[in-house]
């Protein structure tokens, strides 16, 4: 690997995961910049990438625990004994009949993710982040329209026509996960005459470029947009003939007699959004040729399946799906499977959450992946023995995530950890790596190889985009991918006789005629150049039961939850006198959540070139009834945990609101714990053992509580 110049990959610094080029000069990474032929943009996590893999942090050999687990002691070991170990492991619950008790926490890049693969073959199940912020919008599309949504950005603004409307609600494209291009291009669909409407509690950068700012109470999207679609219904306002041809035969009869009593007034008394203003949306609607809305993943709440379903009705009834400016339905590139394939257990059956004492509670439990959230309740009940980590770091970024590192430290009555097997494979010092038996240290986005196919890219037009590496990687490092594609050539040979990545890659890239070395040849990226509209057109139906849009959701009408429910999430409407404040926790440019790879590198940490602060924001109104000062070191009190924090005062959040930023609070390594600053999870109440307030359906946790500040 001597090439130099500017070499395309992928950007692994968030979820976006952005076509980039690496300017390389005898072997070093110098500058990097966003690929033209993924319409060209980095973001300033993207840029500090560098400052990821050069960091005197860098995990650069496997190493094995040797104190109890949290006290972060560690030896150093070889990849073989590793290997030994995990294989054991997971071979004797195998020879238990336990394989189910086996669970691989990850971000998969494609629907193929060789990890995903290795589980498969080994009879476990993945979970990932997505029930702590896109189950549920996943989950009502595919109820609504059956289709995967396009699920970290859901319009193309670069399809947003003069005079369309483009609604942003607790969304932040201009500081968050987001394509490093989409700053651009909502500003470049302004420029052509279209509009911006931004809702959210917080006044951020989305707001100061919006042509109306809707302040909103935490958790009212639902209600807001009902209300909406009460005023174009009940005023003939609607795309009736895309209802008529489309929507499945009654439905339209059943959201009529639903929406009756959705007033503005009565859905404004939910949300806080004056009935005028919400009047003032839905005409504006109307007129406009296109609407599109984009949520999830900045503001974070618990009511995310009644809100997505009321997005998906908003979109039906307007006609803004498929179309220019609206909602797209994007489609997964046709690869070629690597046979033979292994079958996947079934995880309505079998998963810790069937398994468990609680299992009859999650009979309309629907999303294909297990509940993250019920972690820490099925190590203590026996229902997950091992559990192995990449990419994420649950020992922060689960709610209540003191109980996680509780369940993982619980010793049965022979003094053995319940859960058996912990093993952590990551960049950087992470908070969850205190707790693992095994730490495996994982390759940057420069230093290996992976293709991505997801349908969740800004341009998804991509079908196609190939990380490779661009310099040697660092110490022992092994990328997660191929080590586990090693394992299951030990464990699985059947599944896995391809030689490496690259020919796995290759075989399904065949698929669509191509190859690694023809994906490099093109840039890195494959696409058919088009995302395509109207897409239900060629086939004549949408890929539901009924072949229709299915607007009304039956498989849950024994529970009646067949329709979107108004009200705030269910831990905003308790204890709102005791704790009068709603928590919001929201999202930052500078930081991939609670990502180790971000929080522990300098740049996106120093307070001139990143954010080295997280001070709960308190509208100055409030600040004089409590009768606290710009930087009063407070009590933030929930039903279920407190911590201390600084205030700062700004009229830029909704009174009656606390904002602090997600991510914060990891102890493990120089950069991540500098500064006294707190996670907002230790202040919300473990997900696992408060399911009245989960989402049962689409698996979205609650994620934000009520609180209260003194002194």
């Known amino acids: 690997m001597n090439q130099d110049g500017w070499i395309p990959t992928v950007c ?24 033209p032929r993924g319409r060209g943009k980095v973001c300033v996590k993207g840029m500090a990438g560098i400052t990821s893999l050069y960091s005197s942090e860098r995990l650069k050999h496997p190493m094995k625990r040797v104190g109890e687990r949290g006290s972060g002691k560690f030896e150093r070991i070889t990849w073989d004994e590793a290997m030994d ?16 008790k086996f669970t691989y926490s990850m971000f998969p890049h494609s629907v193929t993710d060789p990890k995903w693969r290795f589980v498969n073959a080994c009879g476990g199940f993945i979970s990932t982040g997505l029930p702590h912020c896109d189950s549920a919008k996943i989950m009502a599309h595919m109820h609504t329209f059956g289709c995967f949504p396009n699920h970290h950005i859901a319009p193309m603004y670069y399809t947003v026509p003069k005079g369309g409307l483009m609604i942003l609600s607790g969304r932040h494209p201009f500081g968050c996960l987001d394509d490093a291009c989409v700053p651009k291009h909502i500003l470049d669909a302004k420029e052509r005459g279209a509009k911006l409407i931004v809702i959210d509690p917080i006044f951020r950068t989305e707001a100061s470029k919006a042509d109306w700012w809707i302040p909103i109470k935490p958790g009212g999207d639902s209600a807001l947009f009902l209300g909406v679609c009460n005023y174009l219904l009940t005023n003939d306002l609607h795309d009736k003939e895309f209802c008529d041809k489309w929507v499945r035969e009654g439905d339209m009869d059943s959201l009529m007699a ?11 008394r939910h949300c806080g959004v004056p009935a005028v203003d919400i009047v003032k949306l839905a005409k504006m609607v109307a007129e406009a040729p296109s609407a599109c809305i984009d949520a999830f993943k900045s503001i974070m709440y618990g009511n995310g399946m009644d809100w997505g379903h009321a997005w998906s009705i908003f979109l039906v009834i307007t006609g803004n799906l498929d179309v220019p400016g609206g909602q797209p339905l994007p489609q997964i590139a046709p690869m070629a499977p690597v046979e033979p394939v292994p079958p996947a257990p079934n995880v309505a059956e079998l998963g810790y959450h069937r398994t468990s004492k609680d299992k009859d509670k999650f009979d309309h439990y629907n999303f294909f992946l297990e509940p993250t959230w019920y972690a820490a309740q099925a190590i203590k009940e026996g229902t997950l023995k091992v559990f192995f980590a990449s990419e994420c770091n649950p020992a922060l970024s689960e709610m209540g995530s003191g109980e996680w590192r509780k369940a993982v430290t619980m010793k049965d009555d022979n003094g053995d950890y319940m859960l058996e097997l912990l093993v952590v494979t990551e960049i950087m010092p992470s908070e969850t790596m205190k707790w693992a038996d095994l730490v495996l240290p994982d390759q940057t986005n420069f230093e290996r190889w992976e293709m991505l196919y997801m349908p969740w890219w800004y341009n998804f037009g991509h079908c196609a985009a190939l990380c490779q590496p661009v310099v040697e990687p660092i110490g022992e490092a ?8 090693d394992l299951g050539k030990r464990m699985f040979p ?21 190859s690694v070395k023809k994906l490099q040849e093109n840039g890195g990226l494959w696409s058919t150049r088009t995302a395509g509209f109207r897409k239900y057109e060629d086939d004549g139906k949408f890929a539901t039961p009924s072949g229709k849009i299915e607007l009304e959701w039956k498989m849950y009408e024994d529970i009646g939850q067949q329709w979107p429910n108004p009200e705030p999430p269910l831990e905003f409407r308790r204890g709102e006198d005791e704790f009068p404040f709603i928590l919001v926790n929201f999202r930052t440019i500078y930081l991939n959540n609670t990502g180790a790879w971000s929080q522990n590198n300098a740049q996106l940490r120093d307070p001139v070139s990143g954010l080295d602060a997280n001070p709960c924001l308190l509208n100055p109104i409030d600040a004089k009834r409590l009768g606290l000062a710009e930087g009063d070191v407070v009590t933030m009190e929930s039903s279920t945990g407190s911590v201390k924090i600084p205030v700062m005062l700004t009229e830029k959040i909704v ?44 698996g979205e946790a609650h994620v934000a509580t009520r609180v209260k500040l003194y002194k």
């Open 12 to 35: 692994y610094q968030c979820k976006a995961e952005c076509a980039i080029l690496a300017r390389v000069e005898n072997g070093v990474v110098k500058e990097v910049k966003g690929n």
């Open 85 to 100: 170990i995990m294989e054991k492991k997971l071979t004797e619950l195998r020879e238990r009949g336990e394989a189910h």
């Open 258 to 268: 639903y929406i009756k009593d959705k007033t503005p007034e009565a859905m404004s």
């Open 478 to 485: 092994r990328h997660a991918n191929r080590v586990f594609i």
């Open 494 to 514: 059947e599944y896995f006789a391809f030689k490496d990545d690259v020919e796995y890659y290759d075989i399904e890239l065949g698929g669509v005629g191509m």
């Open 655 to 698: 009174p009656g609101c606390a904002g602090i930023i997600h991510g914060f609070g990891q102890t493990m390594g120089k950069v991540a714990s500098r500064g006294d600053w707190v996670s907002d999870n230790e202040l919300i109440a473990d997900a696992g053992s408060n399911l009245d307030e989960q989402d049962m359906r689409g």
